[in-house]
């Protein structure tokens, strides 16, 4: 069973657009949700990250919007840009468990 | 301050064999998690280990197995390699059990034939 429901699989957006990727979860117990965004041949990256107390954080282009009632979060992707291609996973963490991950989306940012 | 570093970053293995693959976390951390990760399943979560201990488990069979050790250095055993065990190993590690940033290694890529 699927914990972190994320969608779209891929997205191609033009240079300057906005990215969003969004996730799903169903256990309420979760406390984290971070964002990691991942290159070829590297392992994820921390992106960014929100606790379900707050409903938006923004760091530069980066913002997760949170819906705690609806139990899903997104990340937007402002002025996209070509050096943003990777695939990004969404993910979700109560203390003491494992971290649950979405599938993955692959990002391309076309010139 | 290194990063989660994972030996061998390349594997080539063959049906039926066994496999190590070791972990060093940052400096400090003290758990360590690993995941395989495929194009169709994205992240999985394997274990994780918290002083020398399993402190959560993913739904793997029981081939594969892990161990850390005091310096919180771990390795992942994989035994009777199977196709479907081809994959991405990544580590990562975080300070501890409540710590909610976890930080990533590069990889094992492993394939087997």
């Known amino acids: 069973q699927q914990q972190v429901k994320q969608s779209p699989q891929s997205l191609i957006v033009q240079k300057g657009g906005i990215s969003i990727i969004n996730c799903a979860y169903e256990?309420?117990?979760?406390?984290?949700f971070p964002w990691y965004q991942q290159f070829p041949g590297k392992g994820p990256a921390l992106l960014i990250a929100?606790?379900?107390?707050?409903s938006e954080k923004k760091e530069g282009r980066f913002t997760i919007s949170f819906n705690k009632s609806a139990k899903q979060f997104s990340l937007h992707i402002m002025d996209s840009q070509p050096g943003d291609s990777a695939t990004y996973f969404c993910?979700?963490?109560?203390?003491?468990?494992?971290?649950?991950f979405g599938t993955g989306t692959s990002l391309t940012v076309i010139p | 301050k290194a990063g989660v570093t994972q030996t061998p970053r390349y594997l080539i293995k063959t049906r039926g064999q066994q496999v190590t693959l070791s972990c060093s976390p940052i400096?400090?951390?003290?758990?360590v998690s690993w995941y395989q990760q495929t194009p169709g399943q994205g992240l999985q979560f394997l274990f994780e280990?918290?002083?020398?201990?399993?402190?959560n488990k993913g739904n793997f069979p029981g081939r594969f197995s892990g161990r850390q050790f005091s310096n919180s250095r771990s390795e992942m055993n994989v035994s009777t390699l199977e196709l479907g065990d081809s994959a991405l190993y990544l580590c990562?590690?975080?300070?501890?059990?409540?710590?909610?940033?976890?930080?990533f290694g590069p990889g094992t890529r492993l394939t087997v034939t």
């Open positions: 990562a590690s975080r300070t501890g059990m409540s710590s909610y940033e976890q930080y």
């Open positions: 256990n309420t117990a979760f406390d984290y």
């Open positions: 929100i606790r379900p107390d707050v």
């Open positions: 993910a979700a963490w109560s203390t003491g468990n494992q971290f649950y």
């Open positions: 400096s400090g951390h003290r758990s």
């Open positions: 280990y918290f002083s020398e201990t399993q402190r």
